[in-house]
């Protein structure tokens, strides 16, 4: 882990205590192999008198009660056979059954899509937990099962209910049976002990005295401090406990919760109407906004009215534990933004060697233009009223989202965020995307990557600033940089301002290769008339789009710092988020230039494989001549297996292609327009006949190259093709280059 990007959570939570976002805090971060971060912030209390936080502070957990103690006892119950996810509430509890709600499942009410209400009024608790469930049994549900996602407390309520009938023990005992008190969790439960109660944190007024180890919920309260919707405390050091068996698959140390099978059914999240959700646990849905943005989509997480948070993510052996008592003194407290941010330089702080194992070295400190704009308060944006055009990989160098820093700026005002091809979280593979809602701000996102390409004078209402903030790979035919092009159209026929927030060309800045665009064979995959590897920033070419298409428009750069032109993305320190889909590693990047150029024949270049754009093949190919073939050709830095792979989805998705592994062997001599040129070569010499050229031009854009391929010139011959074209794009290039 990085310390230095730790340590920065000391700054942004000076920053909330200044703010009186929360009075205190305990910030936990920790992986399988142990804790990395603990520390203690503020006060615990404020009121009557004032109390520092320690890391032993006991907190109302409020919500986490949900999937810690609730969820977690249903699925101990599935483990041993009591329970069916998929049988009715009713099978276990009868008079649920009442007023429509004989279909509603365990599992939509694990999910939230049972269709009931949120909270049922307080007064149906006046006659404690057993008038509560009876008046709980006669509610009607609000929509059909599964038909919406309505966060709802009574679910959960009705889930503890459950436990109950079946085991026999409450919530509470059975939690601490099967849970809390094998994983050694010794200051988890409900009704905290009076020794406890003394180091809890206190949360608001109740009857004329403050709330110290006393629930929180009045719902909870009413019912005696035992619900399945909340009522746990708990202290960071324990929960860290639970979350390392979350991250042991359900095991920890000799100890065994969940068995793998359980565990994977509780944590894998699926779709429900606007978000993902697992089985007592948030994935991604409005109530994410504590969700770090680097992590996988395989992490779960929830959090508390409280201000309490939990994060754990299997793929990064990271979780991330916030605790605090946001809503003391007078319930005002925000602190859900705050979470999101210590759990993203958590993230952050996780750096990848090009082997796969976590390092500690962290690189040069590289800037992007977003880190700039930050450093100088956001300066460039200030009184605007901004359109971002961003995704997932619009992130800070801490790994805070662009959307999130913009939002929450001052004097910065964020109308509507624009998304890309592969949609604002670039997780889509589909020929058109919907416009959809940020689940962070609740902001429109419109889609430029659906029926329209550009931004629209509807979607323009009430924008002064168009932002650009995306990570493009340094490949004409890589669709960002069109989508750029065309805001920047958009914005000089609307008088709007276009500001770019620079980013490195992860593949240098220096290497140009491959056919120029020919004018008048523009498209969305060629915008502009550029070599296939053009070795510029999207800063660079936004001010080369300006000039040369005559664009009038106040264009403004907020520049890269730190970064040599020669540098590939891994000399930077920075995090790599993969910018879609298809391009997973630098590799990749480096790699697509070249082997994207054939994509569009009848071969698979690997999509539905975990190596896209490393492997091409087909059911046609015969693995062992084209290797041959490939490698007597000498293309410098690199060497071809022969492979046989199966793909998953796209090109001959589920059958046997034969094919090879492109391996890099010398990147500082290898070129990937060489490579590309020679698979071509190769596939005319072994497989005229059964490789379809149909569709060869469409991402070369170069008819003269097609031809030269077909009548099998050599790669340097057909690499002279483009030599005079590529020394005058070397001169208009010149004058809008940014970087030494």
């Given at each position: ?9 000391d700054?942004?939570?000076?920053d909330?205590?200044?703010q009186?976002?929360?009075p ?9 192999e142990?804790?990395?971060f603990r520390?203690?912030?503020?006060f ?12 032993d502070?006991v907190?109302d ?8 103690a609730t969820?977690t006892?249903?699925?101990v ?10 049988a ?6 009868p008079?649920?059954a ?5 279909t ?6 694990l999910?939230?899509?049972g ?6 009024p307080?007064e ?8 509560a469930?009876?008046k709980?049994?006669?509610l009607k ?5 599964g038909?919406s ?5 009574v679910?959960?309520?009705v ?9 026999g023990?409450d919530?509470?005992e ?10 050694n ?9 009076d020794?406890?109660k003394?180091?809890a ?11 110290q180890g ?15 919707h909340a009522?746990?405390?708990s202290t960071a050091?324990?929960l ?8 042991g ?7 065994q919760?969940?068995?793998?099978a359980t565990?994977k059914l ?5 779709e ?9 646990w ?5 109530f994410s ?11 779960f997480?929830?959090?508390g ?11 990064q ?11 003391h003194?007078?319930?005002?407290g925000?602190?859900?933004?705050l ?6 330089l958590?993230?952050?702080a ?5 082997d ?6 962290s690189?040069r400190?590289v ?6 704009l ?8 200030k009184?605007?009223?901004?359109g971002?055009i ?7 160098r801490?790994?805070?989202?662009t959307?999130r ?20 979280d ?5 020929p058109?995307i ?11 996102v ?5 029926d ?8 323009l209402?009430?924008?002064?600033t168009?932002?650009f ?6 490949c004409?035919f890589?669709t960002?940089?069109?989508t ?10 609307h008088?709007?301002?276009f ?5 490195v060309?992860?593949?240098n800045g220096?290497?140009?290769?491959g056919p ?7 498209s969305?995959?060629g ?5 296939v590897r053009?070795?510029m ?9 300006r000039?040369?298409?005559?664009l ?6 907020v ?9 590939y993305f891994d000399?930077?320190g920075l995090v ?11 590799t ?8 994207g150029?054939?994509e569009?024949?009848n071969?698979?270049v690997?999509?539905g494989t ?8 087909a ?9 041959v ?9 690199v ?17 046997t ?9 010398d990147?500082?001599r ?27 031009n469409r991402l070369l854009?170069?008819r003269?190259?097609?031809e030269a391929?077909?009548s099998g ?6 690499e ?11 001169n208009r290039?010149?004058?809008f280059l940014?970087?030494?």
């Amino acid at each position: 882990m990085d310390s230095a990007r730790l340590n920065r959570i000391d700054e942004i939570v000076s920053d909330g205590l200044k703010q009186e976002k929360m009075p205190g805090c305990v910030v936990l971060i920790g992986r399988r192999e142990g804790i990395v971060f603990r520390r203690a912030y503020g006060f615990r209390q404020l009121q009557p008198v004032k109390a520092e936080m320690t890391t032993d502070t006991v907190f109302d957990l409020a919500s986490l009660t949900k999937p810690i103690a609730t969820a977690t006892s249903i699925m101990v119950l599935v483990q041993q056979v009591k329970l069916d996810l998929n049988a009715t509430v009713a099978a276990y509890l009868p008079e649920f059954a009442q007023n429509g709600k004989d279909t509603i499942t365990l599992r939509h009410l694990l999910t939230h899509t049972g269709g009931l209400i949120p909270d049922n009024p307080i007064e149906d608790y006046a006659d404690g937990a057993a008038g509560a469930i009876s008046k709980i049994y006669e509610l009607k549900p609000t929509a059909a099962p599964g038909e919406s996602f309505d966060y709802s407390d009574v679910g959960f309520i009705v889930l503890g209910q459950i436990v109950k009938a079946v085991s026999g023990k409450d919530v509470h005992e059975f939690s601490q049976e099967h849970i809390f008190k094998p994983l050694n969790m010794a200051e988890t439960g409900f009704l905290p002990h009076d020794a406890i109660k003394l180091r809890a944190a206190v949360t608001q007024e109740r009857d004329g005295h403050w709330m110290q180890g006393e629930v929180h919920d009045p719902r909870a309260f009413a019912m005696g401090g035992i619900a399945g919707h909340a009522g746990l405390f708990s202290t960071a050091d324990d929960l860290a406990r639970y979350a390392t068996m979350m991250l042991g698959s359900g095991r920890l140390e000799n100890v065994q919760i969940l068995n793998e099978a359980t565990f994977k059914l509780m944590t894998t999240s699926v779709e429900i109407p606007r978000g993902r959700r697992a089985l007592g646990w948030d994935a991604k849905t409005g109530f994410s906004s504590n969700r770090s943005d680097l992590m996988s989509s395989q992490a779960f997480g929830h959090g508390g009215f409280t201000g309490t948070g939990v994060w754990i993510d299997p793929v990064q052996n990271l979780y991330y534990i916030f605790l605090s008592n946001r809503v003391h003194p007078d319930g005002k407290g925000l602190v859900n933004p705050l979470i999101g941010r210590i759990g993203t330089l958590a993230s952050a702080a996780i750096v990848q060697r090009q082997d796969g194992e976590n390092s500690d070295t962290s690189g040069r400190d590289v800037f992007n233009g977003i880190d700039v704009l930050q450093r100088t308060g956001f300066a460039t944006l200030k009184g605007r009223n901004v359109g971002l055009i961003t995704n997932q990989t619009g992130l800070s160098r801490d790994g805070v989202s662009t959307i999130r820093l913009l939002h929450d700026a001052d004097e910065v005002s964020l109308k509507a965020i624009f998304s890309p091809e592969h949609g604002l979280d670039g997780d889509l593979d589909i020929p058109n995307i919907s416009d959809q809602q940020d689940t962070t701000t609740g902001l429109h996102v419109f889609s430029l990557y659906g029926d329209q390409r550009r931004p629209t004078t509807e979607s323009l209402e009430g924008i002064d600033t168009l932002v650009f903030d995306i990570q493009d790979i340094g490949c004409r035919f890589y669709t960002y940089v069109s989508t750029m092009g065309h805001a920047m159209q958009a914005a000089s026929e609307h008088r709007i301002r276009f500001v770019v927030l620079d980013r490195v060309n992860p593949i240098n800045g220096v290497t140009v290769q491959g056919p120029v665009l020919a004018e008048g064979q523009e498209s969305f995959v060629g915008f502009h008339s550029l070599p296939v590897r053009h070795g510029m920033t999207a800063g660079e070419l936004a001010t080369m789009f300006r000039a040369e298409l005559k664009l009038d428009l106040e264009l403004d750069v907020v520049p890269v710092e730190g970064w040599n032109r020669n540098d590939y993305f891994d000399a930077t320190g920075l995090v790599w988020t993969d910018p879609s889909p298809n391009i997973r590693s630098l590799t990749q990047a480096l790699l697509y230039p070249g082997v994207g150029l054939i994509e569009m024949t009848n071969v698979s270049v690997g999509r539905g494989t975990d190596t896209p754009f490393e492997v091409v093949g087909a059911p046609w190919m015969d693995a062992r001549k084209l290797a041959v073939h490939l490698n007597e050709a000498g293309v410098p830095g690199v060497r071809f297996i022969p492979v046989h792979f199966t793909p998953t989805t796209s090109a001959f998705a589920g059958e046997t292609c034969q094919g090879v592994n492109i391996v890099v062997t010398d990147r500082g001599r290898f070129q990937p327009l060489s490579a590309g040129l020679q698979l071509m070569c190769s596939l005319i010499a072994v497989h005229r006949d059964q490789w379809d050229r149909t569709n060869l031009n469409r991402l070369l854009s170069s008819r003269k190259t097609v031809e030269a391929v077909e009548s099998g010139q050599s790669v340097h011959e057909i690499e002279l093709l483009w030599a005079e074209d590529l020394a005058r794009f070397l001169n208009r290039r010149r004058r809008f280059l940014r970087y030494e």
